[in-house]
Structure formats: structure tokens, C-alpha cells
């Protein structure tokens, strides 16, 4: 990822994007168009979550080989710790560097069911993400992605100490964090400052920023609400209005308003020197497309070719 920032060829600011595995064959087919048309933007590098508790751990493997084989995209994989043993992730881990994937974001991963529930560690597991950036690290030659917070991870005490853990994972190796979505950017300057204030070197690494251009307002609330956040007062009253007071949201108006938002922010991001921006999809390609070329962003008729996953030399 770091490389693929730093080679990006397009004059533009680097984009990246987040999918989903699909569900079943009818999702499957949806995520592949999508992936097609994200092709022809050449994003920075595509990352696919890791369904809580490791539900889609397969899936993430095979759909993330799949892209690292037959795309010019480069594939990140998300891989979480909760419910897995340390010899269960350095299998998977070993699974991911067999498909090609040499790009995985590292993560604890939240209580199944309730993410705002009790944290309990796997046995014979890990209890920090820190300790899984080590164990990948130590596998092979992967560049690590952690998670980082603008307003701080929920159960963090207080933002310093906060701040000094996502210093300790990027002591531990990671290369670089992609934030939790947030919608003031304020939050996300913030974060920046501190985190350079705290660890100059570990600061220097690329902190990207997560969007999610708004299509239905509640869907963004739930998401907002999981993560143990709110929408600020100003987003939400701008949703507000354009869903308005009839009983069912005006759906449109509302996506018109989250793509003028996500637009906004990103415009603010890239004048403030965001390393790259990156979109939560949803596997629709259509909001953030339209978010991309209202900035200016380009669509080729052909995708051009980009960096492609080599297989990690793994000691299992
Ligand atoms: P950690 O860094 O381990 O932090 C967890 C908590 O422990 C924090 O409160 C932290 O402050 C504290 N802490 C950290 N280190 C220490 C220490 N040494 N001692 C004491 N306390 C400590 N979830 C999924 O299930 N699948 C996904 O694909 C997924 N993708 C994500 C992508 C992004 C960009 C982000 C931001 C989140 C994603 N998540 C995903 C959610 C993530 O798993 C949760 O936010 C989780 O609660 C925190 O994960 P973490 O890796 O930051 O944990």
C-alpha cells in the first residue's frame, strides 16, 4: 500500500476502496461489476473487510485472491483477531500469502452480534491488535495497515492514551492506518497532531482517512452508532432536511445531500495533504464514483496496469 501511495501516477491525490464479501451469487456478481468499474479510476488499492468473528473468513480469502489474481487492482485484506487462536491466524495468514495477498490490515475486531459488547479474548488467542501486527510481521514480507480513530477508539480512556497505542502498533511494524469513518474533519486533523506530537517517526506514516458518502440516513446512523460515535449536529441536520418531514425519507434528496457532503470533506482532505482518501462502498460503486468525478477524478476506458501482489515468502 505504502509503495502503491508513493508510485501512484495520476496527478490527483491516491484513492483507495472498501467492499464486502458478498453474501450469495447475486452479491457476488454485483461486487464484480463494481470492481470492474472501480478498475477503470485506478484506485490506490481495494481492501475487503473480515466479517465479525471471522463469519466470512473464506470468503475474504478466496474473493481478496481472486482480485490480486485476475485484476490489475492491489488487494488489501482485512484480518481481525477476536475468536481465532494464534495458530488459527498464522494459518490464515498463510492462506491469505498463498492467494497472493501481501497486504493485510490488521485488526482486533469487535464482539459479534454487539460491537459495543464485552471484549473477550480467544484462549489461545491475542488480546491487542498490536500483538497481531508482530505475529504477521514475523510470518513474512507483508505490508501492515492498523486501524486508527479520530475521536478516539471507544473504549479508550481518553484520546492520549488512545493515541499511544495506535503509536504502539505502528512501533510494532504496521506501515500505515486507515481512520474510522468520521464526518468532522476536525477529528481527523486532530488525530494527526497528536499523533506527531507523540511519536515523530510513527506520526510521519500515512494516516488515511475513511469516507462513506452518505446514501440513506439510516443506514449511516446504524453504522455511526455501532462504531460508538454520533453524526455531528450540522451533518445530521443537513440529512435531515433533505429526507424531510413526509413519512417516507426522501431518499434521493438525501443521497444528493451525502454525496455533497463526502465531496466537500474529501476537497478539505486533499488541501489539508490526506496521503490518500478512501471509500466505504458497500460494493455500489455509484455514489463514490460520482463523488470522484465531481473532485475531477478521471474514468478510463481501459484499466491501466497497476502494481500486482506477489506472493509473501511465509515461515509457517
Ligand atoms: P486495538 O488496537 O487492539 O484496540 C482495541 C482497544 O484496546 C482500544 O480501546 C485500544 O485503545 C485498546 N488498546 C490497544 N492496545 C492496548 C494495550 N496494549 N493495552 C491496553 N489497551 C489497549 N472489524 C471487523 O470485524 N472486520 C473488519 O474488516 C474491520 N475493518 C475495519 C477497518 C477500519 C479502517 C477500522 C477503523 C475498523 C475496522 N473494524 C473491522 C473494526 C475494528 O475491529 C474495531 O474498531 C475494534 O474495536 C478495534 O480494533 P483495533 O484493531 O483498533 O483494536
Same mark, same amino acid.
Given at each position: 500500500v505504502v509503495e502503491s501511495l508513493r508510485t501512484?501516477?495520476?496527478?490527483?491525490?491516491p484513492f483507495s476502496v472498501e467492499f464486502n464479501p458478498p453474501r450469495d451469487a447475486d452479491g457476488e456478481a454485483r461486487l464484480w461489476r463494481t470492481v470492474r468499474q472501480f478498475e477503470r479510476m485506478h484506485p490506490a488499492f481495494v481492501s475487503m473487510t473480515y466479517g465479525a /468473528?471471522? +463469519?466470512?473468513k473464506d470468503r475474504t480469502a478466496r474473493i481478496t485472491g481472486q482480485l490480486a489474481q485476475q485484476t490489475t487492482l492491489l488487494p488489501v485484506a482485512h484480518l481481525t483477531a477476536? /475468536?481465532? +487462536?494464534v495458530a488459527e491466524l498464522r494459518a490464515l495468514v498463510g492462506s491469505y500469502a498463498d492467494c497472493g495477498i501481501r497486504n493485510i490490515l490488521v485488526l482486533r475486531g469487535d464482539p459479534? /452480534?454487539?460491537?459495543l459488547g464485552d471484549w473477550h479474548s480467544h484462549p489461545a488467542g491475542v488480546t491487542y491488535a498490536e500483538e497481531l501486527v508482530r505475529i504477521v510481521r514475523e510470518l513474512g514480507d507483508f505490508n501492515v495497515g492498523v486501524a486508527s480513530f479520530p475521536q478516539g477508539?471507544?473504549?479508550?480512556?481518553?484520546l492520549e492514551t488512545d493515541t499511544a497505542f495506535l503509536a504502539a502498533k505502528l512501533r510494532a511494524g504496521a506501515d500505515y492506518s486507515i481512520t474510522q469513518?468520521?464526518?468532522?474533519i476536525e477529528h481527523y486533523l486532530r488525530l494527526r497532531d497528536r499523533i506527531t506530537a507523540h511519536d515523530p517517526v510513527e506520526g510521519a506514516k500515512p494516516i488515511i482517512p475513511e469516507l462513506m458518502p452518505i446514501t440513506s440516513l439510516r443506514t449511516v446512523r446504524r453504522a455511526v452508532e455501532l462504531s460508538g460515535r454520533e453524526l455531528p449536529a450540522a451533518v445530521l441536520d443537513r440529512l435531515r432536511k433533505a429526507a424531510g418531514?413526509?413519512?417516507?425519507?426522501n431518499r434521493e434528496a438525501v443521497r444528493t445531500a451525502g454525496i455533497e457532503i463526502a465531496t466537500e470533506m474529501a476537497q478539505r482532505l486533499i488541501d489539508e495533504g490526506a496521503p490518500c482518501l478512501h471509500f466505504i462502498t458497500l460494493n455500489f460503486a455509484k455514489a463514490t464514483t460520482q463523488v470522484l468525478t465531481d473532485l475531477g477524478y478521471e474514468v478510463t476506458a481501459a484499466p491501466r496496469p497497476a502494481p500486482r501482489s506477489r506472493s509473501a515468502a511465509v515461515g509457517r
Open positions: 501512484h501516477s495520476t496527478k490527483q491525490v /468473528g471471522g +463469519s466470512t477476536i /475468536g481465532h +487462536s459479534p /452480534g454487539d460491537p477508539h471507544h473504549r479508550s480512556p481518553d469513518m468520521f464526518f468532522d418531514d413526509g413519512p417516507q425519507e
